[in-house]
């Protein structure tokens, strides 16, 4: 791995991978590193070329990639280690969820549901990052893994910011984030004596769209959010992308193993 003698937070030498990265935090997180001159490959449905200033596209490249094609998993990641190389950095911001996503909640939920989200969301997550850890091992490359993950992968939902809105709980969300969690901990376990750093990012509220939907979020839903959070407001999707940054960048070098809280003390109190 050639060494980076531009500054830790300096990603010219490096080439990641973002899954996701046409997503509400994927676009964001994209667009600051091809900032800070990282060469960047989006793994999504979707491209966002079109979003992106012209100076960056040199080294921005697009791969269609399906995370909900548990199928095909494998087969599609081979197709990309084969065309682009190992990465330096793996970001898994990825959301994939089914249609009847809506009917997670406790009382409209069935196995099924359950059942086809843990597949396509949480062991896309685990089996794609364990897959690149293996393949930056097999390099030699000390490499950098970052899952995006959330405040409800270890505390319970507060069931209060739910009145009056049209959104509910959701049970499936807690038991897929809270898998995720513990999974990045135990490959940091694993990897860690390869050099290879595995961390996830645990956010609260990002303001923005309903997942799936173009409709902003319920007015009732980002009060009642707001009054219970220290910083009073929701967090703004750059936030999360710069601690993502970090986490990514060599001025984490020592941090492997942990769950970064992003989430304006909601977490503390």
């Known amino acids: 791995m050639k060494k980076n003698k531009l500054g830790k937070f300096n ?55 399906n ?63 364990h897959k690149i850890c293996k393949e930056m091992k097999e390099k030699k490359i000390l490499g950098s893994i970052v899952l995006l993950n959330s405040i409800y992968g270890f505390l319970g939902q507060n069931m209060t910011i739910y009145k009056k809105t049209d959104i509910e709980e959701n049970m499936n969300y807690s038991i897929i984030k809270g898998g995720i969690l513990n999974f990045s901990k135990q490959l940091a376990s694993y990897y860690g004596p390869s050099g290879i750093r595995i961390n996830s990012i645990c956010s609260g509220g990002v303001k923005g769209h309903v997942k799936g939907i173009s409709k902003k979020q319920d007015k009732n839903f980002v009060k009642n959010y707001s009054k219970n959070c220290p910083m009073g407001r929701l967090a703004l999707p750059d936030e999360v992308a710069h601690s993502v940054l970090f986490l990514a960048s060599d001025a984490s070098s020592y941090i492997t193993g942990t769950s970064l809280v992003v989430d304006g003390g909601w977490s503390a109190i």
């Open 67 to 129: 995370a909900s094609d548990l199928e095909n998993l494998d087969n599609q990641m081979n197709l990309i280690l084969k065309k682009f190389g190992c990465p330096n950095i793996f970001i898994n911001s990825s959301y994939p969820v089914t249609a009847n996503w809506n009917l997670s909640s406790f009382k409209k939920n069935k196995l099924s549901i359950l059942r086809k989200n843990v597949d396509i969301h949480q062991n896309s997550y685990c089996w794609s990052a």
């Open 11 to 65: 990603f010219k030498y490096k080439k990641v991978f973002v899954v996701g990265g046409s997503g509400l935090l994927g676009s964001e997180i994209i667009k600051i590193l091809l900032e800070n001159h990282a060469t960047v490959i989006n793994l999504d449905i979707t491209d966002k070329k079109k979003s992106l200033a012209k100076k960056y596209l040199k080294n921005y490249y697009y791969q269609k990639f």
